[in-house]
């Protein structure tokens, strides 16, 4: 009886290990992708919106041009450059930018920095398309365009027959990143 005891124990056991076995389980997994956003702000089009020499009524004395350029090969303008030929004392010129955000995601404009020498002051104003001044940092949507008029003038100060070369920063970073 003994043994047949035993064996009722083992049969037993066996049976409370299967139905361990025997309970059923799902798994539940997560899949995802994430897709990020283009931070691209680019200059749009330039226009040449002043020239004092068209005041004097000597045109062609001095001309100011705009070209526009993709320096880093990713099919929009990154690049304004502003050529003033023929300056003399207090010519003065100014270039309108427009600027527009053709990122999928908000840019904030962060900073306009210009370098320029005494002989050649240069001031940036920027402004919505509603001629609103605009304040730094200023966010921008995603298709929304600014405009900057870019204000050259030729100081007493200038030389006769030399080059003078400026440049203008305009930096933008993405919609939610504090300024340093």
């Known amino acids: 009886m ?3 005891g035993i064996f009722v124990a083992l049969v037993m056991g066996l049976m409370v290990v ?7 389980t799902e ?8 897709a990020t956003g283009e931070l691209d702000v680019a200059f749009t089009s ?4 002043y020239d004092s020499d068209d005041d004097t009524g000597l045109a062609g004395t001095a001309d100011t041009t705009c070209t526009l350029s993709d320096t880093d090969y990713d099919g929009d303008y990154d690049l304004a450059t502003i050529t003033v030929s023929d300056g003399y004392p207090c010519y003065e010129s ?17 900073s306009v920095e210009v370098s320029n ?20 940092p200023y966010t921008m949507d995603s298709g929304e365009i600014i405009y900057a008029d870019v204000t050259i003038h030729v100081e007493d100060s200038a030389a006769e027959l030399s080059d003078y070369s400026f440049t203008v920063t305009i930096s933008a970073t993405q919609f939610n990143v504090e300024p340093e």
């Open 94 to 110: 100014v270039v309108t930018l427009e600027i527009t955000n053709v990122g999928t995601i908000a840019a904030k404009v962060t």
């Open 117 to 136: 020498p005494d002989e050649v002051s240069v001031d940036v104003s920027l402004y919505d398309a509603g001629g609103n001044d605009i304040t730094l």
């Open 27 to 34: 798994t539940l997994n997560v899949s995802g992708s994430v």
């Open 18 to 24: 299967a139905a361990t076995y025997a309970v059923w």
């Open 46 to 49: 330039a226009e040449v919106t």
């Open 2 to 4: 003994k043994k047949a």
